[in-house]
């Protein structure tokens, strides 16, 4: 019999209650071994990089390992290699311009337009 969407609601609450006590346990037990190593080794707050003056020192110790990049430097503009005498350029690059399209379907060949 498969289950409505009340019980499944229901179990979802029940299973976050169970993993909230699970994880209050077990971070008890990380938080007791820590104060463990603490007392034993005698560290202070300091040590840990705990303080504002360690962590001012600390981030000085251990640098971001990302870079930022400089800026991109402006690029000229590419020289035309192409123009029909009118004031109509192509650079070679990208969709021809309906102005060469429309020549070379009247018969013209792209050489005709070579800047020189």
């Known amino acids: 019999m498969t289950k409505s969407y009340a019980q499944i609601v229901k179990q979802i609450k029940a299973l976050e ?7 209050r346990t077990e971070i008890d037990g990380v938080i007791t071994r820590i104060r463990e190593a ?10 840990l990089g705990l303080t ?10 251990f ?5 930022k990049r400089k800026a991109a430097a402006p690029k000229a503009p590419a020289a035309a290699k192409y123009a029909d005498g009118q004031g109509n350029t192509w650079v070679g690059r ?8 429309d020549a070379l379907a009247a018969g013209k060949q792209l050489a005709d337009f070579a800047v020189k």
């Open 52 to 61: 504002a003056k360690a962590k001012a020192e600390g981030a000085k110790a």
């Open 38 to 47: 603490i007392q034993f080794y005698n560290l202070s707050a300091a040590d």
């Open 94 to 101: 990208g969709k021809r311009p309906q102005w060469l399209r």
């Open 17 to 23: 209650a169970e993993a909230e006590k699970a994880r």
């Open 63 to 67: 640098p971001a390992k990302r870079k």
